[in-house]
């Protein structure tokens, strides 16, 4: 008798987690008190206001001053670290020099370091009486406590999100099909365009889409270097702390509810973005 004939039948429908139901519980159970029932809270809290108030709250001039700078710097940084970001993962894939381990692992310092002492740093440093931003105020160039500031902050924080989502495509990338290209007579522009970007695009669109949104919802680097002028340089979540300072809680939660939905949209997009990413690369 061999030895697949001797294993039981039942051994077939075994789970491979046993106690999947208490399991399952669990995580129903942690899901509803960390993201649920705070995100039903949020919105039920709104429904305190009549649609003319909630209407008012969404959209008087300094909340869509916020929101215009809010998105707009959002897009525009993830713009820029969509290109920088391709040229750090460029480098560190294709290239070998001294400190390149140190440089790679410089990427991931805005996850690691405290959002607000990345807005003090930045600040010390673009300043009128910063480091550099001392040589920059008397050309007419002000990187602080402007809008140009917050661009620069989002930048900063975003810019890992599209060095990890290109890099391992890059490393995965077939090198046989550039040789080829290149044989065939293609210039090197030629070959990334035709070949290389391809096969790129979907992880640049996800790392741009990931950037954006982490860039939407950033408070503490942004902060100290914006200025946090009203209709100037004064973000959304800034918006919203002011209104629970002066305890107004419908209307800070009816500005939450216009950003919790706008972070669903984008959750969609940056879901689709990796699912056809996968797709592309072969995945299931």
């Given amino acids: 008798m ?7 039948a039942t051994g077939a429908n075994r789970k491979v987690l046993p106690g999947f139901n208490l399991t399952l519980g669990y995580t129903l159970l942690y899901l509803s008190l960390i993201v649920l029932i705070p995100l039903s809270a949020l919105v039920l809290k709104t429904f305190t206001l009549s649609w003319d108030q909630f209407w008012a709250a ?15 710097a959002s897009f525009i940084a993830a713009l820029v670290n969509v290109v920088f970001g391709l040229l750090v993962a460029w480098v560190l894939v294709r290239y070998t020099f001294p400190g390149k381990k140190i440089i790679d692992a410089l990427v991931d310092l805005p996850f690691a370091l405290p959002t607000a002492v ?10 009128g009486n910063g480091w550099i931003g001392q040589y920059l105020e008397p050309l007419g160039i002000k990187l602080a406590f402007n809008p140009n500031g917050v661009v620069i902050a989002l930048i900063f924080i975003g810019l890992p999100f599209v060095v990890r989502t290109v890099q391992p495509v890059l490393e ?27 096969s ?29 002028m009203p209709m100037v340089s004064e973000i959304t979540p800034l918006v919203i702390i002011g209104k629970l300072e002066q305890y ?11 950003m919790l939905a706008l972070s669903f949209v984008l959750l969609l997009v940056i879901n689709a973005l990796q699912g056809w990413q996968r797709r592309r690369s072969g995945g299931t």
């Fill in 172 to 198: 995965e990338g077939e090198r046989e099909l550039e040789e080829a290209a290149m044989c065939l007579g293609a210039t090197r522009l030629q070959t990334f365009t035709r070949v290389i970007f391809p």
């Fill in 2 to 8: 061999s030895a697949a004939a001797a294993v039981p």
């Fill in 58 to 72: 969404i959209s008087s001039p300094r909340v869509v001053a916020s929101y215009r700078l809010t998105f707009g």
């Fill in 118 to 127: 990345a807005g003090i740093s930045l600040t010390a440093l673009l300043a």
């Fill in 248 to 258: 107004d809680y419908a209307g800070a939660t009816a500005v939450a509810v216009v």
């Fill in 200 to 228: 790129i695009a979907p992880a640049l669109l996800t790392g741009f889409a990931m950037a954006f949104a982490r860039a939407i919802g950033e408070y503490g680097s942004v902060i100290f270097i914006a200025g946090n």
